[in-house]
């Protein structure tokens, strides 16, 4: 029987290191409210990334709308059409208003050249996302927020790992925030992270995140339930030792594909100058969207799965009331395929992918 072949696979390390990490939250008879695996998760992360602060969440949205609630006062935030839906809709769920900007055809970041047209009176912040782990202008973008009073956050929800002139990208911005999901680089199976260089909003970001409690009976403002569970940071501390493994088997991979598929016909994403790149996609940008449906169709009746990231192109969105055409953004959206990049995808798999994508295009 043909085995299926998805755009990702989960990373799991071997169970029984999973189990043995659980016992000491069965043996405490605590799994939520921030036990001890939850802390000793985020202090190797901060040791791991070199940074100050970090929270652990209980799914890579919610840092988002936090980030959201702290800096978006009720305002305007310039973003881009090309991400995941939780970009936009985490500024639509903070009772914001979404204005989009279109995104640079070579990096595929918003483009931070048209940020500043896009800034008016009720412009309270930037959230822009470092697409496939590909950081924006980030220099760039920090100017124009700082020439005209605005915050900026980043979604680098597949930016694990990634560093920009030799810090990591989770740096830049007033907030950041990162998805631990399945399907990412490093995963708990559901979670994610925010993260701030600014003490007094990781404050505000923690107490967002947990109810508003400021310790165990007083509350300051109000809250959500975003924390991480002792299941899920036992799941991280278990794929933590991984790390080398998965970033050289991933680059095998993207090496691979890179060998063999020149083809004139394909253009790729550009990774920008200064970046160690973590591997976290591999984006292909047909000629046109029928090229990529008659491909994806040979694909498929092989049991090959890609991703179309990111369809549609979220300026379309049935909820966005202000509508304005992304040429760049909807165009590339139509065009773009994520081809399977995992730990474990064999070179026969990738010799098959390739060759059926050569077939239709040399």
Avoid at 187 to 211: P, V, W
Avoid at 260 to 267: E, G, R, V, Y
Avoid at 280 to 287: A, D, G, L, N, T
Wanted: charged fraction near 20%; charge should be neutral; hydrophobic fraction near 40%.
């Amino acid at each position: 029987m043909m085995k299926q072949i998805n755009v990702t696979q989960t990373f799991l390390p071997p169970i029984q290191e999973y189990t043995e990490l659980l016992s000491s939250a069965w043996g405490n008879k605590w799994i939520t409210n921030r036990g001890g695996l939850v802390l000793e998760l985020e202090s190797k992360l901060k040791h791991l990334l070199n940074l100050d602060n970090l929270i652990t969440t209980t799914n890579g949205t919610i840092p988002l709308q936090l980030a959201v609630k702290l800096l978006g006062n009720n305002g305007e935030i310039i973003t881009t059409p090309f991400s995941y839906v939780a970009t936009t809709s985490s500024i639509v769920w903070g009772n914001c208003t979404p204005v989009f900007v279109d995104i640079d055809p070579i990096y595929l970041t918003i483009d931070e050249n048209k940020i500043e047209a896009a800034i008016t009176e009720r412009t309270s912040a930037i959230l822009a996302t470092h697409v496939f782990g590909n950081p924006c202008n980030v220099e760039a973008i920090e100017k124009i927020a700082q020439k005209h009073k605005i915050k900026v956050i980043y979604d680098a929800a597949h930016c694990f790992g990634v560093e920009f002139n030799g810090k990591s990208i989770f740096n830049y911005g007033d907030v950041s925030t990162c998805s631990f999901h399945a399907t990412k680089i490093f995963h708990t199976g559901e979670g994610g992270a925010i993260i701030s260089n600014d003490k007094d909003y990781m404050n505000q970001l923690f107490r967002y995140h947990n109810f508003g409690h400021e310790g165990y009976e007083k509350f300051k403002g109000v809250g959500i339930n975003g924390k991480m569970s002792e299941l899920q940071a036992a799941m991280g501390l278990s794929v933590l030792p991984y790390m080398e493994l998965i970033f050289k088997e991933r680059k095998r991979i993207v090496d691979y594909y890179n060998k063999n598929l020149k083809i004139a016909k394909l253009n790729k994403i550009s990774i920008r100058e200064g970046t160690d790149w973590n591997y976290s996609y591999y984006p292909i940008i047909f000629e046109s969207e029928k090229e990529l449906i008659k491909i994806l169709r040979k694909l498929n009746n092989q049991k090959i799965f890609p991703r179309r990231y990111f369809n549609p192109s979220l300026n379309t969105l049935d909820y966005i009331t202000n509508k304005v055409s992304m040429q760049i953004s909807e165009d590339i959206s139509k065009r773009i395929v994520c081809l399977p990049l995992y730990v474990g995808l064999e070179e026969k798999d990738l010799k098959n992918i390739v060759a059926i994508i050569k077939s239709e295009l040399c």
